[in-house]
């Protein structure tokens, strides 16, 4: 075989600093041989030029690792990858690598939030007690002179349980994703619902389409008990600027009345598919959000939940903005997916979004 020149291009967003090499058939698969480490040409992209001599004897297999088998490539799920194949001689290829293994792990497990539970955490004004969870990022107590945001959200259970009975949002993932990106400054606060009494206590007001509700209890152990311990056990950015209040569903409803209620505490709402219908007269509703404070809300609704969520969520848009007429205190965003689903699954899928939007943008 005559001597010729193979490049071998490599795109992946997993830069992290370490070398990357190409090991296989050719080289006895060692996962560190200089000859074939690669060349670093700006960010995420790589490059070598290897010469296909007699050495080079196709079809070749090969992969691509991070200096030992412990920091190989797999794929954007974290499985393991199957050698990759060159038939004949070419003169490039391209590749993409979507992540590595780090000492074994995948990359996102160095950033998974630290959780601390408290299972007995007491509702004063439902009198009541109820899970809390609070999700801190990974490097917390790394940063003693950090301080962060805060984001409280309701229905706990379905956050990120694999048991959950009908899906989850997959949080701690996300959060993870989120922190690899240099995005680690937010503390999430996750509560936990009633059960049975869900309905009742994300019920905002009396006389809705199922009849009483303790909505405004809920909130008032949000904001008088819950947010005061955050507050004093971690290290939060406490002004109303930097905390935020979310949730789907009914939880979404009661996160709506979070803002007209305790507009002096929560400054960012996400709101996903809210059960506005439960309110005989919404639109009659709506106009009492009004703020005298910036805040930044965040609606999200799916095509496919109902024939109303849609034109249901662009009515409270509008009516969200037009609150102060002149001076815009209150910033929309709304996004719609044609094909969204009433379903944690799409919750899940839309969090990451929704957090860099109100905290990072």
Do not use: C
């Not at 010729?4 to 050719?26: C, E, H, Q, V, W």
């Not at 974290?78 to 001689?89: A, C, D, S």
């Not at 959060?175 to 690899?180: I, N, P, S, T």
């Amino acid at each position: 075989m005559s001597s010729k020149n193979m490049a071998f291009n490599l795109n992946t967003p997993d830069d992290d600093g370490r070398d990357i090499y190409i090991a296989g058939s050719f080289n006895d698969w060692n996962p560190k041989d200089e000859r074939f480490r690669m060349i670093r040409q700006t960010h995420g992209k790589y490059m070598l030029k290897i010469k296909a001599d007699d050495q080079l004897a196709f079809p070749i297999e090969y992969k691509y690792v991070k200096g030992d088998w412990e920091n190989e490539e797999v794929t954007a799920r974290g499985i393991k990858t199957k050698n990759r194949i060159i038939e004949k001689l070419k003169r490039s290829v391209t590749d993409r690598v979507p992540q590595f293994r780090h000492n074994g792990k995948l990359p996102n497990d160095r950033f998974r939030p630290i959780i601390e539970k408290f299972d007995r955490f007491p509702f004063p004004y439902l009198g009541v007690e109820r899970t809390v969870q609070i999700l801190l990022p990974f490097d917390y107590h790394k940063r003693p002179l950090k301080f962060y945001n805060v984001l409280y959200l309701h229905d706990g259970q379905n956050l990120w349980d694999p048991n959950a009975p009908f899906g989850n949002w997959s949080l701690d993932q996300k959060m993870a994703q989120m922190a690899a990106a240099g995005r680690a400054d937010i503390i999430i606060v996750a509560i936990d619902h009633g059960g049975t009494e869900r309905i009742r206590e994300f019920t905002p007001i009396n006389g809705t389409r199922v009849g009483r509700g303790d909505g405004q209890k809920y909130l008032s152990d949000i904001a008088k008990s819950v947010k005061p311990f955050v507050d004093n056990r971690y290290r939060t950015l406490r002004g109303r600027e930097y905390t935020g209040l979310g949730g789907s569903s009914m939880g979404g409803l009661i996160t709506l009345y979070g803002g007209i209620l305790y507009p002096e505490v929560f400054g960012k709402l996400m709101i996903f598919s809210p059960s506005l219908w439960l309110i005989r007269d919404a639109q009659a509703e709506t106009p009492r959000f009004y703020t005298p404070f910036p805040t930044k809300v965040y609606l999200y609704a799916g095509g496919k939940e109902s024939l109303s969520m849609v034109p249901s969520m662009k009515r409270l848009q509008r009516a969200l903005e037009n609150q102060h007429f002149f001076d815009k205190m209150v910033e929309v965003k709304l996004t719609i997916d044609p094909k969204g689903r009433h379903t944690e699954a799409k919750w899940g899928k839309e969090i990451t979004a929704a957090i860099i939007w109100l905290f990072y943008r």
